[in-house]
Nanobody, 123 residues
Framework: VQLQASGGGLVQAGGSLRLSCAATVSTFTTYAMGWFRRAPGKEREFVAAIRYTGRTTIYGDAVRGRFTISRDSGKNTVHLQMNSLKPEDTAVYYC?????????????????WGQGTQVTVSS
């Protein structure tokens, strides 16, 4: 399974970005998908995850209410809509796939990882 993340960039505080993660395998539809991020000098942080059905989503405390995860199974793609961005959201964002169907906040549960996309929020 290969995951290709895209959509990162530079945005001012208060702005929005939409990240996408495309999977190369049709069985993507049975995987839980997640987004994590790593800021310079900090540990990897859970951002959001979604059940394979798309009906269950979970979010990290730092992004809840501002970010929305969704999936388009027909296109083997998961999205992360990021609104009201803050400078502290600056990080490399990674998408990940979990062969189990239930979304989780634990990075060790994920089996496949994308290459990451840089998000920079200026103040």
């Amino acid at each position: 399974v290969q995951l290709q993340a895209s959509g990162g960039g530079l945005v001012q505080a208060g702005g929005s970005l939409r990240l996408s993660c495309a999977a190369t395998v049709s069985t993507f539809t049975t995987y839980a998908m997640g987004w994590f991020r790593r800021a310079p000098g900090k540990e990897r942080e859970f951002v959001a995850a979604i059940r394979y059905t798309g009906r269950t989503t979970i979010y990290g405390d730092a992004v809840r209410g501002r970010f929305t995860i969704s999936r388009d199974s027909g296109k083997n793609t998961v999205h992360l809509q990021m609104n009201s961005l803050k400078p502290e959201d600056t990080a490399v964002y990674y998408c990940a796939a979990d062969r189990t169907t239930v979304p989780t906040t634990h990075a060790d549960n994920y089996d496949y990882w994308g290459q990451g996309t840089q998000v920079t929020v200026s103040s």
